[in-house]
């Protein structure tokens, strides 16, 4: 089996954590970053690293990235940078190409310039905090979309020893309840008989505004 091989650009916090955990998890990746200094220091932890002007489009071809699986452009704070290189990058043929937006506008000129998933580290991460802020029962939160999202919340109060007909989440909130997880056990087809148990976890899916009441009728 041809293992998938992963190109990040950008040795940032985030781009060093993606591509020491893809590396981690058996892939090939390479590394790329302006700093020396940042290559220097992810050299052992990836496949290769190699220090290039990711704005310079001779640069990128002769580092053949169009061969690869998927390209993450994980570059900080320069704006610039980071729209040059999705730019190169989708002339070159990039099959898939992630790219880190500092905002709202940034990510919407990525996507109309072809970049095929655009993501808000910072963004998201401020609403994980957010929403355990409001509940220490809450321990995920990721966003879908606009609208919808998915939330991971520990069972307590009066969830205990119920099971999900009698609880009737879809009723009252409008949400779903899309697996259960038990002692680090994933059941992703409850039953409405099954019954939640003390350390239980319950995987939730709904529009943003009845999670947040669900959240909050769940909140100690």
Known sequence: MVRKQY????MGRFGSSIAQSLYGMGFEVLAIDSDEHR?????DKVTHAVTADSTDEDALRALGLR???VVVVAIGQDIQASILTTLIL????VPMLIVKAQSD???KVLNRIGADKVVFPERDMGLRVAHHLISPNILD???LSPEYSIVEIRATGAMLGSNLREMDIRAKYMCNVMAIKSNNVMNIAPHAEDRIKDGDVLVVVGRNEDLRKFEMAHTE
């Open 7 to 10: 190109a990040v650009i950008g």
């Open 39 to 43: 290559i220097q220091e992810i050299s």
């Open 67 to 69: 061969n690869f699986d």
């Open 90 to 93: 989708k002339e070159l043929g």
């Open 105 to 107: 506008l940034h990510g």
């Open 141 to 143: 939160y990721i966003e």
